[in-house]
């Protein structure tokens, strides 16, 4: 239990909050002059990944919930769960489909990741992917010559299994990079 208050709020900070987990992802002081001072939090959901908006009073207690970051690396899926391994211990951890989130669709093995772990009780609080996941395109229909309209896309599969919209000009065998927190192609990787 971190006994801190608002002033220690940064971002990526995990609170626990209507017996919650969350990681604060923003957050602004806000002083209306002759009111009393808050903070205005964007809170994400460490479970469902949703984010709230939040105030709290200046100097507030918040329930700091201590992390460590820690490099695991993807192995295998295995059924509902993902196994990761630690890229200091060489640990193996399965950790489920749930917990993961949307962007899980990107990973693919041997790509690494970072465990928020609660330094007291060693479990995993979440996983931060990486914001850009570079990925070979496995397969996509040709594009149609002569359609020269410039946000036309067609759906590619990328070898992590995802499915997303790519550009006409992206074909089979090319490497691009995603968004992982969007889902959305940024560019091909040359």
Known sequence: MGNSTTTDFRNGMVIRFNNELYTITEFHHVNPGNWRAFVRTNLKSVRTGRVIEQRFRAGEEIDEVRVEHQNWQ???????????????????????????????????????????????????????????????????????????????????????????????FVNPGDKIRVDTRTGKYVERVK
Not at 90 to 114: N, T, W, Y
Request: aromatic share 8%; hydrophobic share 40%; no cysteine.
């Open 74 to 168: 993807f192995l295998y899926v295995d059924g509902d769960e993902y196994v990761f391994m630690n890229n200091e211990s060489f640990d193996q951890q399965p950790i489920s489909k749930d917990m993961l989130g949307d962007a899980i669709k990107f990973l693919k093995e041997g790509d690494v990741v970072e465990l928020l772990v609660d330094s007291a009780t060693e479990k995993v609080v979440t996983i931060e992917l990486p914001n850009f996941l570079e990925l070979r395109v496995e397969s996509a229909e040709p594009g149609v010559r002569g359609d020269t309209a410039n946000n036309v896309t067609k759906p590619a599969t990328l070898e992590s299994g995802a499915v997303i919209n790519v550009p006409l």
